[in-house]
């Protein structure tokens, strides 16, 4: 009982390892509140006999790191009792739209249903649409097209937009949706590198979710904002890839998801705005004057491009729905938010009137087993915020209401619950989503499909039907009636009200505090007319009839006093900028007594989980500080951080597993802290991993990664999903008009006993800074400073309201006895003490630049309490050294002095630029924290220290300065510390706190200036260069002529300065260039600002130690290169080889795969059998396989491929017994690596076996700057900018004018050295610098491809071709541009000569090809040639792995390796290289290797392979040791100026620079496009077997098909060939003997056929199309009056394809599926045998061909016709007597359908037929023969 009654649990005792010390109560005297104990004993002191600090148990037990670590680790320490932390940056920018590009490639699709169909895929990303182009009659089409989106949208927008892919069968008459698959922005955007690359969407058909997948396609997604850098992976089309391995989902994610019902039960809302800010509602009030609820809500949900509304409650703030949208969608959804906003319906338009997202990453969890569950949320409140609630006839913050931005009002709450269930089987899905109701609203008049005028809205009317969205009525909740309710206090005490803007000083102002709509004066409480209509009841039972308006009751005035007196501000002390209200010692109190549910449990465990959060960010935030500063014991501080957050995450954790206690808990309340803890237990692995000394031990850099990476996660735990008390907003009122607020989350505030359940500010006071609504820009938009107490909490736990106040306090306005209750109308400070501010303000550093000139005039304003004072201004600087102190005197604070020493108010410091004609504009702003001086104790003067200024998102810099309180003594016994003597009015700061200075030397190395940009419409002409630091400098020389030669002639030079010796003080360094002019005028041109001088200190080179002479020399083992972007792994073969293993010179048998650099002798006879083509393989596919620079490519990107394969493959250890197996092409990589069977591997090693191992060089998918480092290693470049900096995007680029090349070095001088000059040799700073001298070179470039360009023309292609721009030069190769190409391959190399430093910056421009008007560019890459020239790693001409005379691999560079290794050598100052037989000396590392080689008869001796390898290592070389560049091909990203930071393709490409002065370097690299080859498949179609029959004989019943056999080539459609028809199949047999003949294009390397065509009547230019080679053959039944029947097909890749039947029988469906044995005809030649047909995954029939392959010379020798003609013409085929047409042949149809049938019939009705004449003839003519005879005779 006493712990409750002291209120605090056990538990706080020591909760997460925090040591409380319990304090006593000490009553005081009267009123007045001692309050020393006030802080019950949950609150911490810290005592230097007991230091709240962790009982740290270091991870590395033992005293190692003890008790520095301790030390280190006071950031444990609970310092803030009284004053909340402030926040890092005043006023937080507000989110802008920016720019998003969604780039999107469709490979192809397999597996799709349907029979013959047309597809193409349609893609459509919000209002935007593209579609491919469509394949003909296939169910595999291959597409490879780039498509690309530009979005310009705010990122909360953008994030909810669906990506839908569509596959549609596109024919004239009919178009049919195959299927679809969809994704949101936000999900793709949340992958690593925001992209998928290489995946496999599952595609459904949303309207029948019971048959499941409809096709597979195959895409690359990727979503890349300002600056994201998206990394560019290899693409490998691998003929066997599985489509189950890559699906396009998120990691964790099944491949196959089940459909699910998503329910979204609405039931009601209350506290809605009672105004409609529409334009004919304000008419209306206008006329009638009546301020009823005007307002006609609905909710819409939008979940996933789905879009369902409610009912409409006409004219009410508190509706009620109940009812439930129903959506259906697969379970996890590829979407991150559901969307739930309330709008109002309008006869115009409709309103939003707030909008809320609920994250289902929140309320779920993916866990295996019973620890995960689905989405559930609720039934719970959302409180909904939005534009301030007094609307204005035009809303112009309408954007918050639909969720863009921070809300600044609350605007009513909405009770919903969300509910998942996973559908079992198709068939109950039916009937649950066949139910469809047209809701009828009965109050609105309206239906519920009506379109809401939305943004993400759209026809939901045709939507519903389709998606099956549904809204059914849903029965009201049990609600928490009034009665059960809680009551909650909100209590607050104004403590200080400052900074008050002058343009509302002049009018009286009052504060507001609201908590919901209690509270809110102005429109908050409703007009008795409402309340009447409150009373009538509503739908609800009686029990929950008083919920109607609970928040909007007009409570009695007791209940709340949310507003401090309306009072008049006055004006500041100082130089009268600001305003403050004159609160002395009254201190106005106010508060709001509200009910609402209570479930404050949900915010304790937010509080407990943000604690964890707040002590592990700044111990995270204080390693990455003591890092950046290069502090000793850094990793162990890190450590102790890390396992610190352990001990509080398993503290929670045990708190966790205890059950959550409270009435109506929901299902996410009690699965939440599963979660929680869950996701805890998981984040102490990872910290534990990444401290555990088992694993190889991570830098601090990578633990600050991984550690940021902890932050986030256990950050996206606290907040909690389902709302309870909504945020308190504190208004600033200028009379009675909102003007400014401030916004704190309710749980900051909230209350508990415990002390880790408490929110953060709870009971204490924190500084505000109210900022107006809506946008404001990067100014400073602050109103008003108010320093205010807040206490929120139940009304039962009021006794703690005031125990945290500060001490010294008396009540007015209440007694004694209901102090507890009651809260007060103010409280009384009486005691006062004086104090004098002193500001020192010293210098400053990285301003922003405000002026045209890219400088500033700054001058700083500091303000505290109502003084405000300001610095001088300093012209034209973004570094400026005030050196001033400001004096504040007589300010007198209230309160106990122990606690103002601990805990005083903060000082605010503002940086402006001074303008002369204008207002001074903002620049940032920071707080600062006093150092309190009591006039008892003993002075000590204050250090210095930065803070960082921020302005909006912008860093503003930083400024260095020093704020001291100093109390001045009433006796006045006690002096003031003293002070200089000013001048003139300016105090400058005392010695005593400057920081002390020893003298330094600035060694400066002027190498040039580059890339000047024109200044006032002039070229710079004679520019020259100032340096300062700390007010001295030095200069360069003036460069005569910019244009001829922009380098110094002046290098070296030095100035000695005085600097503080604390480095972390060390002011800027500042670079200036000046333009002169004629008549002696100088223009600046721009600057560059150095704030971290540390980075130039100059470090002796350390001698190594004197090492015994016997020691045995190092034998370098073979080894791979070190680096993880080495994927060449070395075998024991290659040169470094122990002498031991080479004694005897034998010549190797020639079977053995040799590398080439071994075979490429110094004579030609050997290098022309190294070339030999070897029998052929799977490598070796074409007639005759030439080696050239692209086999070398080819093999490179093989490489990468395998060592990829290799990180997945489940049997990595293959790879390292077979070394050859690196060499290996993709037909015996697919069979070694995927199917492990006895037969295919023996096939694979022999061809490994065979082959000649290729040569490689190293692709990288980045810039070459971007793996070696900028190649500054010998000179730094500087940009220098003028021009005002802004938050603009691209303002950077706008502002750069050019480069600075030089060096710095920074270094103390000996105390007492007297001041000498240096001669140029003993600067220590040109020790390796080049001459300064014009270097002339030769230039190669060599551009190979460009990928993913941006599309310029409207059909979404472009014709690409090559610019290079060099100084003067300019190459245009506009005559080979590619046409209709995204993907072009340029295969070209340019030459040009040019001379440094003039023409060092080389431009390569991709522009886009226009026959009208200009050409577009599509992009740019620049590269500084004069940097990789004289770097240290050797960027001229990378270093090839391999050493060839000549060849595709020969040696390019124009010295040889020998004599390079020399030349490396001597420029180092090591001893030169001993070559003796078998080794290279360096010193005392020994290389050992092959140099004796044997060619054919002689024996020749070559130390240029193991040079080379020496170069290769040259990085292990000790202290002179770099990574030399290998030869490699780099991928560099190109940009456009007008979209900044956004990527519009890269470029592949390299570059060789020569000096002219050294040999000529030979012939450039050939890397001219291999010409595809000509071939010619011909096909003989002989007969079919077992194809379905069609047609039925109306006359006979028999069935038949008319049979004929089609086929073309994919892409080459137009040439597709049918066989002539075999009529009146009756058994499915067709005879045929019928000649296919396909010439096509062929790429052996690539794998791929080349298709030109023109896809337009209008093109002009054929577009070129690489497509896999892939035979479609079709059996259809011929019709003669209708279209014919499609019976069967069959795809077969040439590549690898079932080897055919022997016999018909043997054919069967599964030979498609699951062959063992797959055959490419490019291997094989030929191939014969059966191959069956398929239609709807069933046999339709069987084919027997034969493939014979030849290439176009060998068509032109031999050629065949087509068909059955010559030459060489087949034989008619021998078809039964039934084959044939009825419409050609009508005798022979008479003969074989009725003759044979009806014979008998035909006969006897022949016969009756010739009697019946014969009967007719007879009584005809009978009559007139027996008159005839009659009358003759």
Request: aromatic share 10%; glycine share 6%.
């Amino acid at each position: 009982m006493d712990q409750e009654k002291d209120g605090s649990s056990p538990q706080s005792k020591n909760v997460f390892g925090i040591k409380m010390k319990k304090r006593k109560k000490k009553a005081g005297k009267g009123l007045v509140f001692a309050n020393k104990g006030a802080q019950d004993e949950s609150e911490v002191e810290a005592t230097p006999d007991e230091a709240p600090v962790l009982d740290c148990e270091n991870p590395e037990s033992g005293s190692k790191a003890g008790p520095s670590v301790t030390m280190c680790l006071h950031f444990r320490q609970v310092t803030n009792t009284k004053r909340a932390k402030p926040a890092a940056k005043i006023l937080e920018s507000e989110s802008r739209p920016q720019a998003f590009q969604i780039s999107i490639n469709i490979t192809e699709a397999r597996q799709l249903v349907g029979e013959n169909i047309d597809p193409s895929v349609v893609i459509e990303i919000g209002d935007e649409k593209k579609q491919t182009s469509v394949k003909e009659g296939t169910n595999a089409p291959f597409y490879n097209e780039y498509f690309v989106f530009d979005f310009f949208a705010h990122q909360e927008i953008f994030f909810d937009k669906v990506i839908k892919l569509s596959v549609m069968h596109s024919k004239i008459m009919k178009s049919y949706c195959i299927g679809t698959f969809k994704i949101d922005v936000g999900t793709v955007y949340n992958q690593p590198g925001h992209q998928f690359v290489n995946k496999w969407a599952a595609l459904i058909d949303p309207t029948d979710i019971s048959t499941g997948v409809k096709g597979h396609l195959k895409c690359d997604i990727c979503v890349a904002g300002k600056g994201d850098l998206s990394s560019r992976s290899q693409k490998f089309s691998d003929a066997e890839e599985q489509i189950e391995k890559n699906p396009l989902l998120p990691e964790g994610f099944p491949s196959m998801r089940p459909w699910a019902t998503y329910y979204v039960k609405v039931y009601k809302a209350e506290g809605l705005p009672r105004m409609n800010s529409s334009i004919m509602a304000n008419v209306t009030k206008a006329f009638v004057s009546d301020n009823t609820a005007l307002i006609d809500p609905y909710v819409v949900v939008s979940f996933f491009g789905q879009v369902a509304r409610t009912s409409t409650q006409k004219s009410t703030a508190d509706p009620e729905w109940n009812e439930q949208v129903v959506f259906k969608e697969m379970f996890p959804p590829l979407c991150q938010r559901l969307k739930i906003q309330v709008l109002d319906e309008g006869s115009m338009n409709d309103v939003a009137i707030g909008t809320h997202y609920i994250d289902l990453r929140r309320i779920s969890n993916d866990q295996d087993g019973d620890k995960g569950f689905l989405p559930t949320f609720g039934p719970s409140w959302i409180n909904i915020y939005g534009s301030p609630r007094n609307s204005t006839l035009v809303d112009d913050s309408q954007e918050m209401n639909e969720g863009i931005g921070e809300g600044v009002s609350y605007r009513g709450r909405l009770y919903i619950q969300l509910a998942v269930e996973i559908l079992t089987g198709g068939v109950e899905s039916k009937s649950v989503f066949s139910l469809k109701m047209p809701l009828k609203d009965v109050k609105g008049g309206k239906t519920a499909a009506k379109d809401p005028k939305i943004g993400t809205g759209g026809a939901v009317g045709g939507e519903e039907e389709k998606m099956g969205v549904m809204v059914l009525p849903v029965d009201p909740p049990q609600m928490v009636s009034n009665e059960d309710k809680e009551s909650f206090l909100l209590f607050g005490a104004l403590f200080e009200a400052t900074l008050i803007d002058r343009r509302i000083g002049d009018k009286p102002i009052s504060f507001e505090f609201t908590i919901g709509n209690y509270g809110n004066l102005i429109d908050g409480v409703a007009t008795p007319a409402s309340k009447k209509k409150a009373e009538k009841g509503s739908d609800y039972s009686t029990q929950e009839g008083a919920m109607t308006s609970p928040l909007l009751e007009a409570q009695s005035s007791a209940s709340w006093k949310s507003t401090t007196r309306s009072e008049k501000p006055v004006l500041g002390d100082g130089n009268r900028t600001y305003y403050h209200l004159p609160i002395s010692t009254r201190r106005p109190c106010i508060h709001v007594r509200s009910s609402w549910e209570d479930r404050t449990y949900r915010l304790h465990h937010s509080n407990m989980l943000d604690r964890i959060a707040l002590m592990f960010e700044e111990g995270v935030a204080k390693v990455a500080q003591m890092d950046k500063v290069k502090q000793p014991g850094v990793e162990p501080l890190m450590r102790a951080v890390l396992h610190e957050f352990c001990k509080d995450a398993r503290e929670f954790i045990a708190f966790a597993e205890k059950k959550v206690k409270g009435a109506h808990l929901t299902m996410l309340d009690k699965k939440r802290l599963t979660l929680c803890k869950q996701q805890l237990e998981s984040m102490i692995e990872v910290a534990e991993s990444i401290t555990e000394p088992k694993r190889k031990a991570l830098t601090i850099k990578e633990m600050l990664t991984e550690s940021r990476k902890l932050t986030q996660t256990i950050r996206f735990l606290v907040e909690e999903p389902q709302h309870t008390l909504p945020d308190v907003f504190v208004w600033l009122l200028n009379n009675n008009k909102r003007v400014a607020y401030s916004r704190l989350p309710a749980r900051h505030l909230l209350y508990s006993d415990n002390l880790v359940e408490r929110g953060r500010d709870c009971g204490k006071i924190s500084t505000l800074f109210l900022k107006p609504p809506g946008k404001h820009g990067a100014t400073w938009a602050v109103q008003a400073k108010v320093d205010v107490y807040l206490w929120l909490g139940n009304c039962k736990d009021t006794s703690h309201m005031l125990k945290n106040l500060p001490a010294g306090f008396e009540l007015q306005g209440v007694s004694l006895e209901e102090s507890s209750s009651t809260p007060p109308e103010s409280l009384l400070y009486k005691e006062h003490h004086e104090f004098q501010l002193r500001a020192h303000m010293y210098q400053a550093r990285g301003l922003i630049a405000a002026d045209n000139t890219g400088l500033s005039d700054p001058f700083a304003r500091v303000s505290f309490l109502s003084n405000t004072q300001r610095t001088v201004i300093i012209n034209q600087t973004l570094t400026p050294t005030w050196n001033q102190m400001l004096i504040m005197d007589r300010l007198s604070l209230h309160g106990m002095l122990s606690e103002l020493l601990q805990e005083p108010p903060l000082i605010t410091i503002e940086v402006y630029d001074d303008d002369a004609l204008g207002k001074p504009e903002y620049l940032g702003s920071t707080v600062a924290i006093p150092e309190v001086k009591l006039a008892e104790e003993p002075y000590t003067p204050p250090l210095l220290q930065y803070s960082p200024l921020f302005c909006g998102s912008l860093s503003g810099g930083d400024i260095l300065g020093a704020f001291e309180l100093i109390e001045v003594s009433k006796t006045r016994k006690h002096a003031l510390p003293p002070i200089d003597d000013p001048e003139g009015l300016i105090f400058r700061v005392p010695s005593y706190i400057r920081p002390v200075l020893c003298k330094y030397r600035i060694e400066v190395l002027f190498w040039g200036l580059r890339e000047l940009r024109k200044v006032q419409l002039l070229s710079v002409d004679r520019p020259q260069v100032f340096i300062e630091c700390a007010g001295k400098g030095v200069n360069s020389s003036v460069i005569q002529s910019y244009k001829s030669h922009p380098n110094f002639s002046m290098l070296v030079d030095s100035f000695e300065v005085e600097l503080p010796e604390d480095e972390y003080l060390h002011p800027p360094l500042s670079i200036t260039v000046v333009d002169w002019r004629a008549f002696g005028r100088s223009t600046l041109v721009g600057s560059h600002i150095i704030n971290n001088l540390g980075l130039f200190k100059y470090t002796p080179p350390s001698l190594p130690p004197p090492r015994p002479q016997q020691q045995k020399p190092a034998i370098i083992e073979p080894a791979p290169l070190p680096g993880p972007e080495v994927t060449e792994a070395q075998s024991t073969e290659d040169i470094y080889i122990n002498i031991e293993q080479e004694e005897t010179p034998k010549p190797p048998p020639m079977t053995e795969p040799l590398p080439p650099e071994k075979k490429d002798r110094e004579s030609k006879k050997s290098k022309r059998r190294s070339t030999k083509r070897k029998k052929r393989t799977a490598a070796d596919e074409s007639a005759d396989c030439v080696i050239d620079w692209w086999s070398k490519y080819y093999a490179s990107v093989e490489k990468i491929q395998m060592s990829k394969q290799r990180e997945t493959n489940p049997f990595p250890n293959l790879y390292e017994a077979v070394p050859p197996l690196q060499s290996l092409l993709s037909e015996g990589l697919a069979s070694m690596a995927t199917g492990m069977k006895e037969k295919k591997k023996q096939m694979s090693f022999r061809s490994v076996g065979e082959q000649p191992k290729l040569a490689t060089l190293k692709i990288y998918d980045k810039e070459l700057e971007a793996e070696f480092g900028p190649f500054d290693d010998w000179v730094k470049t500087f940009e220098l900018y003028r021009g005002k900096a802004n938050e603009e995007d691209g303002s950077s680029v706008e502002r750069f004018v050019g480069n600075f090349k030089g060096r710095f070095c920074l270094y103390k001088l000996p105390e007492g050295g007297e001041d000498k000059g240096l001669d140029s040799w003993e600067y220590k700073i040109n020790q390796g610098i080049p001459p300064n001298a014009p270097v002339n070179v030769l230039i190669r470039v060599y551009i190979i491809s460009a990928s993913n360009l941006h599309p310029a023309d409207p059909d979404g292609k472009a014709d690409p071709y090559i610019v290079l721009k060099l100084g003067k030069t300019v190459i245009k190769d506009r005559d080979n541009y590619i046409p209709k190409q995204l993907n072009p391959v340029f295969g070209r190399s340019f030459e040009i000569q040019a001379s440094f430093p003039k023409e060092s910056l080389l431009k390569i421009l991709i522009y886009d090809y226009d026959i009208i008007g200009g050409d577009d560019l599509i992009g740019e890459t620049n590269i500084d040639l004069e940097n990789r020239f004289f770097s240290r790693h050797r960027a001229t001409c990378g270093l090839p792995a391999e050493y060839a005379i000549d060849g595709y691999n020969a040696w390019r560079d124009c010295i040889k390796p020998t004599d390079l290794l020399i030349k490396l050598c001597k420029e180092n100052r090591l001893d030169s290289p001993r070559f003796t037989p078998g080794r290279i000396s360096i010193g005392e590392k020994v290389y050992t290797g092959k140099t004796v080689f044997v060619d054919e008869d002689q024996i020749v001796e070559s130390y240029e392979h193991l040079a080379l390898k020496v170069l290769h290592r040259w990085e292990e070389m000790p202290d002179v040791g770099c990574k030399l560049v290998p030869e490699h091909i780099e991928t560099r990203s190109l940009y456009l100026k007008d979209k900044p930071g956004m990527d519009q393709g890269q470029v592949q490409m390299w570059i060789d620079v020569f000096p002219m002065d050294m040999p000529h370097p030979g012939p450039p690299v050939d890397i001219s496009p291999r010409k595809p080859k000509g071939y010619e498949l011909r096909i003989i179609i002989w007969n079919t077997e077992d194809v379905i029959l069609e047609d039925t004989n109306f006359i006979t019943g028999q069935q038949s098909s008319d049979i004929y056999v089609k086929g073309w080539l994919k892409g080459l459609e137009d040439d597709a060939q049918e066989t002539d028809v075999h009529y009146n199949s009756l058994t499915g047999e067709g005879n045929f003997n019928w000649r296919f003949v396909f010439p096509f294009h062929y790429l052996p390397a690539e794998k791929l056929v080349v298709v030109s065509k023109r896809e337009s009547i209008f093109s002009l230019d054929k577009t070129e199309q690489k497509l896999p080679a892939v035979l479609v053959m079709q059996v259809w039944d011929f019709e003669r009056l209708s279209s014919d029947d499609f019976l069967g097909t069959v795809e077969l890749d040439l590549h690898g394809f079932p080897r055919g039947a022997k016999t018909a029988k043997d054919c069967k469906v599964e030979m498609l599926k699951d062959s063992n044995e797959n055959i490419s005809i490019f291997q094989q030649k030929r191939a014969k045998g059966w191959w069956p047909f398929v239609k709807a995954e069933e046999l339709t029939g069987k084919v027997e061909a034969e493939f014979h392959l030849v290439t176009a010379e060998e068509a032109e020798k031999n050629p065949v016709g087509r068909a059955r003609k010559e030459p060489e013409p087949l034989e008619k085929p021998n078809r039964p007597d039934t084959t044939f047409s009825w419409f050609v042949n009508p005798f022979k149809c008479f003969f074989h359908l009725i003759w044979k049938n009806y014979k008998k019939y035909i006969i006897i009705a022949l016969v009756l037929l010739i009697m019946a004449l014969f009967l007719a003839l007879l009584f005809y003519t009978l009559p007139g023969a027996i008159s005839n005879k009659i009358v003759s005779g």
